[in-house]
Each structure stands twice: as structure tokens, then as C-alpha cells.
């Protein structure tokens, strides 16, 4: 069966140097997400992209964030210089259209750690 | 804006014990729900989902109805297992053009034999 992955699983940064997350969606999947999860808190929405462009972002994904499609297959979320309330969960999902009450498939995420 | 409430955890119980956990909504619009369930280790999957009022979703023995007039999306089990436990999270995505997913706290449900 499909499914999302991404890595690392884990990346540990000090705080104000840049990371890049990397998902693969599933192959035919046209939808891409990310959100995060700091622990003990919820699931909170960052951003959605559709065809080279962000669709919608929230105000957590300020101008420290950055989405790309840098190829036909991975899909990367880059926080240029990263601050200590910046360590969570982060899962990549994709949906092969945007209907609202389609299943988005999740990665297993990669827990960032910023010190 | 939207916001899902998800009954507080965690939730201890033993095999065979039956299940509910509580979830409430507000939306504008007209939103799908979903539960999703996440085991160690592993990325959230859908566990079930309801896309309009008085739809019920089912899988694996858990069922959930959505209930509009109570703006609620509870879910249940009669018999649960040990390989039930994991995080559960109910979520709501909105019609209205919006494809992202606002999701509840998430509930931890740990099952003994």
C-alpha cells in the first residue's frame, strides 16, 4: 500500500540554524501538508499546496517557514532560523484532490529538537 | 474559527470494556469529521470518517454518528482490545473550500488485559 514518508525521523539544531524536513507524498497525490504537534498540545495546521503555490497557511507559518516542491517527488518545509518553541512533531500529509471530506494520509513524522 | 474538543485523557481501560470518547465541534459551515488514530511509532490514519448530519462512520468495530443538533462526533467501541491502544484524534474539516484539518487534543487509550 502507499504511503507517505518522511525523514529524518528525528534531527536535533541549535537554535538559529536552518533545517529542511523532507517528505515524499504518495505518488499520484496532487494535495500536500504540513503540520506539527508540540508535545502535549495539539495537532495544529502550518500550510497546504497545490500546484507549486501555497493554498492556504496559518499564522504559525510566518516568514520563517518555507514550503518547495523542489521535484516530482519531495515535498520539504525549511525554517531558516529556528528558535527553541520551534521543537514538535512535524507531519507531512498529502490527498490525491482538496475535497474537504477526503482522508489525508500522514506521515510518521519527524520530531525536531531545537536546544 | 473552527475548533474541535476532544474528552481529556488518558484513558486506562481493561479488554472487553466498552468505549467512548467524546468529541464536540464548531464549524460555520458544514464540516466533515474524522477520527484518526495514532499507534507508536507510526503517522495518523483515518479510522473513520462521516461527511454529513446523521451519517455514521465505521471500522474496525468503532463506530461514530454525527449529530448536528449536538454539534458532536462521539466515538465508540463495545469491546475493546489491547491493540487498541493508541492516541485517537477527532478532526473536522470544513466545506467551505478549506481543505486543512483541525483537530482535537488528541486522547490516549491504554487497554489491559
Known amino acids: 500500500e502507499p504511503e507517505v514518508t518522511q525523514t529524518p525521523s528525528h534531527q536535533v539544531t541549535q537554535m538559529g540554524q536552518e533545517v529542511i524536513l523532507r517528505c515524499v507524498p504518495i505518488?499520484?497525490?496532487?494535495?500536500f501538508y504540513w503540520y506539527r504537534q508540540i508535545l502535549g498540545q495539539k495537532v495544529e495546521f502550518l500550510v497546504s499546496?497545490?500546484?507549486?503555490?501555497?493554498?492556504?497557511k496559518s499564522e504559525i507559518f510566518d516568514d520563517q517557514f518555507s514550503v518547495e516542491r523542489p521535484d516530482g517527488s519531495n515535498f520539504t518545509l525549511k525554517i531558516r532560523s529556528t528558535k527553541l518553541e520551534d521543537s514538535a512533531m512535524y507531519f507531512c500529509?498529502?490527498?490525491?484532490?482538496?475535497?474537504?471530506?477526503?482522508?489525508?494520509?500522514f506521515g510518521p513524522g519527524t520530531r525536531l529538537t531545537v536546544t | 474559527g473552527d475548533s474541535v474538543t476532544q474528552m481529556e485523557g488518558p484513558v486506562t481501560l481493561s479488554e472487553e470494556a466498552f468505549l467512548t470518547i467524546n468529541c464536540t465541534y464548531t464549524?460555520?459551515?458544514?464540516?466533515?469529521l474524522f477520527w484518526y488514530v495514532q499507534y507508536p511509532g507510526e503517522g495518523l490514519q483515518l479510522l473513520l470518517k462521516?461527511?454529513?448530519?446523521?451519517d455514521k462512520g465505521s471500522n474496525k468495530g468503532f463506530e461514530a454518528t454525527y449529530r448536528k443538533e449536538t454539534t458532536s462526533f462521539h466515538l465508540e467501541k463495545g469491546s475493546v482490545q489491547v491493540s487498541d491502544s493508541a492516541v485517537y484524534f477527532c478532526?473536522?474539516?470544513?466545506?467551505?473550500?478549506?481543505?486543512?484539518?483541525?483537530f482535537g487534543q488528541g486522547t490516549r487509550l491504554t487497554i489491559n488485559p
Open positions: 478532526a473536522l474539516s470544513d466545506s467551505q473550500g478549506a481543505q486543512k484539518l483541525v
Open positions: 464549524a460555520t459551515g458544514y464540516p466533515s
Open positions: 462521516a461527511t454529513k448530519a446523521d
Open positions: 500529509a498529502s490527498t490525491a484532490t482538496g475535497l474537504a471530506s477526503l482522508e489525508q494520509y
Open positions: 505518488s499520484n497525490h496532487l494535495y
Open positions: 499546496f497545490y500546484n507549486n503555490e501555497i493554498s492556504e
